[in-house]
């Protein structure tokens, strides 16, 4: 736990119990009107945080942390075809310096992600993905 979570934790704790300890002091009728006070303020401020979320929320792909049994590959903002071979092999034009209209312009990353096999993400391709499979093993 970091420092800065940590004192949020205590902060949050101390604001908790000073709220606890003033409820209690004004008694079961009073309080009651408070805490009704309290609620709206409370419900106001948890719209607003939604609100913010949902339009500051990037259209973005990623692969932050990301332990892999396989290989990695991000693609973002290519003009034209992009193949994905097997053994790992990328191959695809140069990208675009700004992003085609109705492609994608956030960007990429998975925080803590892991995966058992290879993970591709994709985003923003004018043209088409082909993602080879491996050559099946033959006893």
């Known amino acids: 736990m970091t420092k800065r979570v940590l004192l949020i934790l205590v902060g949050g704790v101390v604001a908790l119990g000073g709220l606890a300890a003033f409820l209690v002091l004004q008694g079961l009728d ?9 609620s709206l303020f409370f419900t106001i401020a948890g719209c607003a945080l939604t609100l913010v979320g ?24 290519v003009t034209g075809d992009v193949v994905i071979g097997t053994g790992g092999a990328t191959t695809a034009p140069p990208t675009a310096s700004t992003p085609a209209e109705g492609q994608g312009a956030g960007t990429q990353s ?17 043209g088409s993905v082909r993602i080879e499979a491996p050559p099946s093993a033959t006893p």
């Open 30 to 38: 009073a309080a009651d009107k408070w805490s009704s006070v309290l």
């Open 54 to 77: 949902l339009l500051n929320r990037p259209s973005a792909q990623s692969a932050d942390q990301t332990v892999t049994g396989g290989s990695l590959h991000q693609i973002r903002n």
């Open 110 to 126: 998975a925080h803590g992600a892991r995966t058992a096999g290879d993970l591709h993400q994709i985003d923003g391709v004018g």
